[in-house]
């Protein structure tokens, strides 16, 4: 699962998920993969940051995991 802040950024801004993915050309259903932590392409991710006027580390950070 990926960790992310884009629920968060969206709210402040306000943004419904619907606005966020016309702003970012991509579907709902993406918008709502990503604030549920699911896998999405990279590409996704920099429209949605670029949306979101963030960069996109600020939304999106690397999972770590236990080893």
């Known amino acids: 699962m990926q960790k992310n802040r884009v629920k968060k950024f969206r709210e402040e801004v306000p943004l419904s998920i619907s606005e966020l993915a016309r702003k970012a050309q991509l579907t709902p259903q993406t918008i709502a993969k990503m ?11 920099l429209k ?7 960069q996109y580390k600020e939304v ?8």
């Open 60 to 67: 999106f950070f690397e999972t770590t995991t236990d080893t």
């Open 35 to 45: 604030e549920k932590g699911l896998p999405t392409r990279k590409n996704s991710e």
């Open 48 to 54: 949605v940051a670029k949306a979101l006027r963030k």
